[in-house]
C-alpha cells in the first residue's frame, strides 16, 4: 500500500510568512498533485508534477517534485488569508494512469491577519 | 461550481437505517469515484466506475454499494448505518480512467449518524 505523510499537520503562521509544507512517502509516483481544500468544500486541483526534480510556480506558491519521486513540497511566500485552508497531496501509482489517486492527511493551514 | 453535483448536502440519519447519496459527474467525464472523508483517515478511496462499469474498488465496506447509470449519475447506498459511518462523503470525475489530469471534486455529503 502506498502512504503518503504530510507535514506539519497543522500550521498557523501571520500574513506575510513564508512556509514550506512537505508530502513523503516510501514509494516512487509517477506524478503527484496538489489539492487545497476549504470548509464545506471538495479539493481543487492546484498543480500536477511529473518529472523527478520538476518546480512550478502557481503565483505566490512553488511546488517541487523531489528527484526520486518520492516526496515533493509545496512553498508559499507572503501568505494571506485567502491561503488558508487544508493543503492535500494525492500521488498517481508508478504505472501510471493508475485507476485511484493515493491521498496524505493534509496540512491544515490557518493565516492570520 | 465545479461541475460535479452531490446531493444532499447533509444528511442524519439513525444507526441502523438506509441511504443513498447521489452524484452527477461534470459534463463529458465519464469516470467517477467515491471518497469518504474523516477527520483520522483523511480521504480514503472507496470505489470508481468509468462508463457504467465498475473500475477499481478501494477500502468499502460490504454495506455499501455504488452503481453508475447510463447518464453516468452515480449512487452510492450506504445500509446498516452504525456511527462511526458519520463522514464527508466526496464524489469526484475525471474524463476518463486516467489519473494524471486529477480530479474535479463535488461538494460533498455531510453524512451524520445519529
Known amino acids: 500500500t502506498q502512504l503518503l505523510e504530510q507535514s506539519p499537520q497543522f500550521l498557523s503562521i501571520q500574513e506575510g510568512e513564508n512556509l514550506t509544507v512537505y508530502c513523503n512517502s516510501s514509494s516512487v509516483f509517477s506524478s503527484l498533485q496538489w489539492y487545497r481544500q476549504e470548509p464545506g468544500e471538495g479539493p481543487v486541483l492546484l498543480v500536477t508534477v511529473v518529472t523527478g526534480g520538476e518546480v512550478k510556480k502557481l503565483k505566490r506558491l512553488t511546488f517541487q517534485f523531489g528527484d526520486a519521486r518520492k516526496d515533493s513540497s509545496l512553498h508559499i511566500t507572503a501568505a494571506q488569508p485567502g491561503d488558508t485552508g487544508l493543503y492535500l497531496c494525492a500521488g498517481v501509482g508508478p504505472q501510471g494512469g493508475s485507476e485511484k489517486l493515493v491521498f496524505g492527511k493534509g496540512t491544515k493551514l490557518t493565516v492570520n491577519p | 461550481d465545479s461541475g460535479v453535483t452531490q446531493t444532499p448536502k447533509h444528511l442524519i440519519t439513525a444507526t441502523g437505517q438506509r441511504v443513498t447519496l447521489r452524484c452527477s459527474p461534470r459534463?463529458?467525464?465519464?469516470?467517477v469515484y467515491w471518497y469518504q472523508q474523516s477527520l483520522d483517515q483523511g480521504l480514503q478511496f472507496l470505489i470508481q466506475?468509468?462508463?457504467?462499469?465498475?473500475?477499481a474498488k478501494g477500502n468499502i465496506l460490504e454495506r455499501f454499494s455504488a452503481q453508475q447509470f447510463p447518464d453516468l449519475h452515480s449512487e452510492l447506498n450506504l445500509s446498516s448505518l452504525e456511527l462511526g459511518d458519520s463522514a464527508l462523503y466526496f464524489c469526484?470525475?475525471?474524463?476518463?480512467?486516467?489519473?494524471?489530469?486529477?480530479?474535479?471534486f463535488g461538494s460533498g455529503t455531510r453524512l451524520t449518524v445519529v
Open positions: 459534463s463529458g467525464d465519464l469516470s
Open positions: 466506475y468509468y462508463n457504467g462499469e465498475e473500475r
Open positions: 469526484a470525475s475525471s474524463v476518463d480512467f486516467r489519473t494524471d489530469y486529477g480530479y474535479t
